[in-house]
């Protein structure tokens, strides 16, 4: 499955915070930008995972 998100990524001071205005809780940091949008993907596939487990019934 392939998902397309915004990414807004900003730097501070010597990191590079991001998150998605797509969804709630979605971040990630990085010391490159690089870093950051792969912490951001990773958060963003664990919050979408977590909420696809919690839709099931069991």
Do not use: H
């Not at 990414?7 to 969804?23: G, L, R």
């Not at 990085?30 to 963003?44: N, Q």
Request: charged residues 35%.
């Amino acid at each position: 499955m392939y998902n397309e998100f915004t990414a807004i990524i900003e730097k501070d001071e010597d990191w590079y915070i991001a998150y998605c205005p797509e969804i709630t809780g979605a971040n990630g940091q990085g010391r490159t930008i690089e870093e950051c949008r792969e912490s951001l993907s990773e958060a963003i596939a664990l919050i979408l995972e977590d909420r696809r487990e919690g839709g099931r019934v069991k």
